[in-house]
């Protein structure tokens, strides 16, 4: 193995019993990112759910499902195309909303995966993926489907596949959030010529 992918093994082997806050505790695995080290669209997460937590792997869940099928049938991509990491590597006790140190002490090696992989995009799964990874402190709801510059990354804020699986009729919102991701996408100037009536806002700052 060599470069990226040899970067990302040995990130997640010193990581393997990462004792760093009280969540070790809550854990089976660590679950670390995975995909391809030169994916160029990212996906982050928030926090492993109990299957993730079992699998030692990201989103192999149900909304992992939905994520790849979504991935397949929209954007025309495999899940193994991509690379997918979470904002925290260990699982809250019922998933509750992670505490403001939880995120801190895992931060630094979610920003050392980015840094690694260098993705075209970082479509970020839900508030606390968009709040880890930017300024900006507006909800989901507000700030889907705009491209926001954090440095020099770009970031796509989505509805989490899970919204669609919790409330059926978020359906059709996370479905036209890949949509807008395709089109972006597919755009010749993925930042400055996205246009129509799909089109994000840029947001800068
Ligand atoms: N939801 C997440 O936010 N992360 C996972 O890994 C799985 C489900």
């Known amino acids: 193995m060599i470069g990226k992918a040899a970067e990302l093994a040995d990130m997640a082997e010193a990581l393997r019993g990462c004792e760093r806050c009280g969540l070790h505790e809550t854990r089976t695995h660590v679950v670390f990112g995975a995909g391809s080290p030169d994916a160029q669209i990212m996906f982050v997460g928030e926090a492993p759910g109990y299957n993730e937590d079992v699998q030692g792997q990201p989103f192999v869940g149900a909304a992992g499902k939905l994520l790849d099928e979504l991935l397949r049938d929209i954007v025309g991509i495999p899940r193994e195309s991509v690379y997918i990491a979470n904002v925290l590597k260990c699982r809250p006790p019922e998933n509750r909303d992670p505490t403001a140190e939880e995120i801190d002490t895992c931060r630094p090696f979610l ?27 507006e909800g989901i709801t507000k700030l889907r489907r705009k491209m926001i510059r954090a440095g020099i990354r770009h970031v796509y804020p989505m509805f989490h596949p899970a919204a669609a699986l919790h409330r059926g009729d978020l359906y059709e919102d996370v479905r036209l959030d890949f949509v807008t991701l395709k089109q972006l996408l597919d755009s010749p100037d993925l930042f400055r010529d996205a246009a129509g009536p799909e089109a994000p806002q840029m947001e800068l700052f």
């Open 111 to 137: 920003l050392r995966q980015i840094e690694i992989i260098a993705p075209r995009i970082i479509c970020t799964l839900g508030n606390f993926a968009t709040r880890t990874l930017t300024d900006r402190r």
